[in-house]
């Protein structure tokens, strides 16, 4: 995922806005989302809904780290 500083190049938002929406502290607006999803088109329906469908490309980052962990092999 992007940083903030990707995000505010990436984006019309300002980094007082993506930085009080990482720490929680103002709800999420359909801009943002808007902004999220054209970044990360594999995690629009984890996005708007918390749902994945990887039979369908739609994942989100916490089902690719998994993924990731799964397919390589443990060293010990």
Do not use: C
Request: hydrophobic share 40%; proline share 5%.
């Amino acid at each position: 995922m992007a940083g903030l500083d990707d995000l505010v190049r990436r984006s019309e938002i300002n980094y007082s806005r993506w930085k009080n929406l990482r720490h929680k502290k103002v709800r999420v607006s359909t801009e943002e989302v808007e902004v999220l999803v054209k970044l990360y088109p594999s995690y629009a329906l984890w996005l708007v809904s918390g749902a994945v469908a990887p039979e369908s490309g739609q994942t989100s980052p916490a089902f690719d780290e998994a993924n990731r962990s799964l397919a390589t092999p443990s060293a010990g």
